[in-house]
């Protein structure tokens, strides 16, 4: 049996789960609403406070379907209720980020400062050398952090780049002179 998706999903006070037809499953809560499609073949369903995601059968699909569900699900119920967040750095001299309405402008020693615009439901705060990306789907504020990151990743010599703040950069010795 999957050990994650046996277990139940709670539901917070303040929350509303709908379960309609294909398994479609919207999650409302204090932050926003969130909806998504979820495996046909998954049985989803509510028990007071609680949502619980069954299989049909032992099959390895299914087995690898049953523990993915109720981890989607449950990162839509903490996504409503707490949100997420995802860290970058900026390191380097004269590496720099910005913020004006929803354009993020970045100095990355680039003949050209490179453009972001946040998307729907994202925003990114600037505080000196830290950016932080929120939002409540957690696979979007990932993947908005991976394409801030991409503009410039950390090199291993100097370590300039974007990071993310619990990243841990290897670091390489330089070149030696000749004797």
Do not use: W
Not at 75 to 95: A, D, F, R
């Amino acid at each position: 049996m999957s050990r994650i998706g046996r277990m139940p999903i709670a539901v917070p006070a303040g929350v509303t789960v709908t379960i309609a037809e294909n398994n479609q499953v919207t999650v409302k809560g204090p932050k926003g609403t969130l909806e998504r499609v979820l495996p046909a073949e998954m049985e989803i369903r509510q028990e007071g406070d609680e949502i619980i995601v069954s299989r049909p059968n032992d099959l390895k699909k299914m087995k690898s379907l049953h523990g993915l569900t109720r981890t989607l699900i449950n990162n839509m119920v903490i996504g409503v209720t707490e949100g997420y967040t995802k860290e970058l750095e900026i390191n380097g001299v004269g590496y720099r980020a910005s913020k004006s309405g929803k354009k993020l402008t970045l100095n990355l020693g680039y003949s050209h400062p490179v453009e972001m615009t946040d998307p729907e439901g994202l925003e990114a705060v600037v505080d000196g050398n830290k950016i932080t990306v929120k939002g409540i789907d957690k696979e979007k504020v990932g993947q908005y952090a991976a394409e801030i990151r991409s503009k410039r990743a950390p090199e291993p010599y100097k370590g300039k780049g974007i990071k993310y703040a619990d990243e841990v950069i290897r670091r390489k010795v330089g070149k030696t002179g000749k004797k």
